[in-house]
T-cell receptor, first 114, second 111 residues
């Protein structure tokens, strides 16, 4: 099973709302990622978790708050977003370190901020 | 200079043609190379994964890595309209969990 699942598929929120995106994988991967993708652009890395600890934060604004409750789950908490944050948010997972290798993506959550 | 360069296209070919997609990179530490296919408004789908140099074949797809030239390729044989999508190359170095993406090449296979 090489599946990464994400919920919800679509999300519309106002600039004062608080919402969360969820991601789950059962491949035993210990690295999980959040990416942001704008139309006609490649995925842009936001955060990386290795062994449930935040290892990379690509200078993402604090209105995005990641959380990794266990080795299978990854959340992205959203608060006070701006319209320019509207994008496809992708979760991915892979092995860690020397076995880095293949990275699998979920289908994404399409976020619209009004 | 970007870490990974990829021609954005669009690339338009007739059905049945052989398609060649390419990326160049600057970081000689990259060891892991991937090709993704992404349909509009969907997540990227892993097509091919190669470690270090060499060729890898899977059905109609062949991935090649030439580390001496810092150049990777994806060939699609007998292209089909269903292959119409954006193709992204991605790569990573040992001991890092950071993947560098090309900008993507949009492919259109005409029936």
């Amino acid at each position: 099973d090489t599946e990464v699942t994400q919920t919800p598929k679509h999300l519309v929120m106002g600039m004062t709302n608080k919402k969360s995106l969820k991601c789950e994988q059962h491949m035993g991967h210990r690295a999980m990622y959040w990416y942001k993708q704008k139309a006609k652009k490649p995925p842009e890395l936001m955060f990386v978790y290795s062994y449930e600890k935040l290892s990379i934060n690509e200078s993402v604004p604090s209105r995005f708050s990641p959380e990794c409750p266990n080795s299978s789950l990854l959340n992205l908490h959203l608060h006070a977003l701006q319209p320019e944050d509207s994008a496809l948010y992708l979760c991915a997972s892979s092995q860690v370190g020397l076995a880095g290798g293949e990275q699998f993506f979920g289908p994404g959550t399409r976020l619209t901020v009004l | 200079q970007k870490e990974v360069e990829q021609d954005p296209g669009p690339l338009s070919v007739p059905e049945g043609a052989i398609v060649s997609l390419n990326c160049t990179y600057s970081n000689s530490a990259f060891q892991y190379f991937m090709w993704y296919r992404q349909y509009s408004r969907k997540g990227p789908e892993l097509l091919m994964y190669t470690y270090s140099s060499g060729n890898k074949e899977d059905g109609r797809f062949t991935a090649q890595v030439d580390k001496s030239s810092k150049y990777i390729s994806l060939f699609i044989r007998d292209s089909q309209p269903s292959d119409s999508a954006t193709y992204l190359c991605a790569m990573s170095a040992d001991n890092f969990n950071k993947f560098y993406f090309g900008s993507g090449t949009k492919l259109n296979v005409k029936p």
